[in-house]
């Protein structure tokens, strides 16, 4: 099994407060693990903005954990996520997105992906959900290609899991497929997991078919990723 530890502030796909230095196409190529390009945290600061540009052939889920967050494209088309949401758009053509923290006092927390769809010059799509951001030491399923368990359902044969771990309760991995690799993000709290601690924002990326477990030093809410690794075109 391969394992690589990327700390907050140093991850390997991961960046901070960064949606406009990434629209560079290259970005992408360089940086992924298998089909999942890009994974930013970022806060906005109350009634703050930000403005990214998102490229063709793009899956681009936005997960809310904090506050709310309005958005604005160049078509006109307006909408508020909360907190416990998730927004999926699917880009076929390159454009720009406004982001905006509507609130004059709490600022707003948010993930965004950007994943390889398996197929190029699809329909574009989008959707908008609730999601179980506090199930109790076990996982939840809330994105996956084929939208089983009532998940989200992308074009890419990616699974996405969230737990929130009580201290001292510990969760052991599923085998994985062949072909893929699994990512685990640490939203916040602390955990052991692989012979490594992992705290607020860390990321471990996991090669190979061997499970493992991971237990909460601390509260944690946890992110799991199941990735195509080759031959996700």
């Known amino acids: 099994m391969k394992i690589s530890l990327h700390r907050a502030g140093k991850r390997g796909i991961s960046d901070k407060d960064s949606f406009i230095r990434h629209d560079d196409a290259n970005h992408c190529e360089k940086n992924r693990f298998g089909a999942l390009c890009f994974l930013n945290e970022t806060e906005i600061e109350p009634l703050g903005s930000c403005e990214f540009h998102l490229h063709r052939d793009t899956e681009i889920i936005t997960i809310v954990t904090q506050g709310s967050l309005e958005h604005k ?56 959900r609730s999601c179980d951001m ?76 061997e499970t493992f477990e991971i237990t909460a030093n601390r509260d944690a809410h946890l992110f799991l990723f199941d990735v195509p690794m080759a031959h996700f075109e």
């Open 73 to 128: 494209d160049m078509d006109g088309s307006h909408g508020v996520i909360r907190a416990g949401h998730i927004q999926y758009m699917s880009a076929e053509n390159n454009f720009r997105l406004l982001e905006h923290n509507p609130s004059p006092i709490e600022k707003t927390e948010l993930l965004q992906l950007w994943i390889i769809p398996r197929q190029k010059n699809s329909v574009p799509r989008y959707e908008q």
């Open 134 to 209: 506090d199930r109790f030491n076990r996982w939840a399923l809330i994105i996956s290609g084929n939208g089983r368990k009532n998940s989200l359902q992308i074009k890419q044969d990616v699974s996405i899991r969230v737990s929130h771990l009580f201290m001292g309760h510990t969760l052991v991995s599923d085998p994985m497929k062949p072909g893929y690799g699994r990512l685990l993000f640490v939203l916040d709290g602390e955990v052991n997991a692989c012979g490594h601690i992992l705290k607020r924002r860390d990321e471990l990326q996991i090669v190979g078919d």
